[in-house]
């Protein structure tokens, strides 16, 4: 137990500096809060995206549901927002927050909130989403890849990231790391090979299946989401 709190002490004292650091208070109406968001799968059909906030509060009049990460803000470029937080959110990162921001009030904000010790004092520790049609548009993107791929049982490994040949940085810690492909560069290259170079033809000439189909478009995902084409 010593143990476990010497560890999440520095975690714990950022978020008390960052939320009630100025001596004021935050009406915190509950934690592990549970909700859903709602999205349209590839068939039209209503499906529900559930969800647990580690905490909800009244903030300025609206609800605002966080999700605390242990690790650093990512670079979203100056603003925390516009195109490259969309973009993230249609690559289909930082959807948990969208899905707060979606979760049926159109006053709630999603926010995250990074406790990562370090750095600068007065760095902004937060991105925080609200409820508009592109974040809706690019998270339903998201969520309907997934669901896809999910309904057809299109549980591939994720062996490349982005355009480059590299293996995902999230890979070193996955749960199941031990069981999967990672680090077969030739495994890598034929299943990034076969996306950029086969699927569209077999698709086609109407020999791809589903499950193949549904591989192929949350492969693409990222890249979609750039705008660009081929795999990602």
Do not use: M, N
């Not at 009244?58 to 973009?87: E, F, Q, W």
């Not at 031990?178 to 495994?187: E, M, T």
Request: hydrophobic share 40%; proline share 3%.
């Amino acid at each position: 137990r010593q143990i476990l709190e010497a560890r999440a002490r520095p975690f714990l004292d950022v978020a008390r500096a960052e939320d009630w650091g100025d001596g004021g208070s935050v009406a915190v109406c509950g934690t592990e809060v549970e909700g859903a968001a709602t999205v349209a799968d590839v068939a039209g059909r209503e499906r529900a995206v559930r969800f647990r906030a580690d905490r909800v509060d009244r903030h300025g009049g609206t609800i605002r549901l966080t999700d605390y990460k242990s690790g650093a803000v990512p670079d979203l470029g100056g603003s925390r927002g516009g195109s490259k937080l969309l973009r993230e959110i249609g690559s289909g990162r930082l959807l948990q927050g969208a899905a707060y921001a979606l979760s049926g009030d159109p006053a709630a904000l999603g926010r995250f909130l990074y406790l990562a010790p370090g750095g600068a004092d007065r760095s902004p520790r937060e991105v925080a989403i609200s409820w508009s049609a592109e974040v809706a548009e690019a998270f339903g993107r998201a969520v309907r890849a997934v669901l896809q791929a999910w309904d057809r049982g299109a549980f591939f490994p994720r062996l490349s990231e982005g355009a480059r040949d590299e293996e995902p940085r999230r890979c070193s810690y996955c749960e199941v790391r031990a069981a999967c492909l990672r680090g077969d560069s030739g495994a890598r290259a034929r299943l990034a090979g076969w996306v950029r170079e086969e699927a569209d033809a077999a698709d086609a000439e109407g020999r791809l299946s589903e499950a193949e189909r549904a591989l192929t478009s949350l492969w693409r995902l990222p890249a979609a989401a750039r705008g660009g084409e081929g795999d990602a």
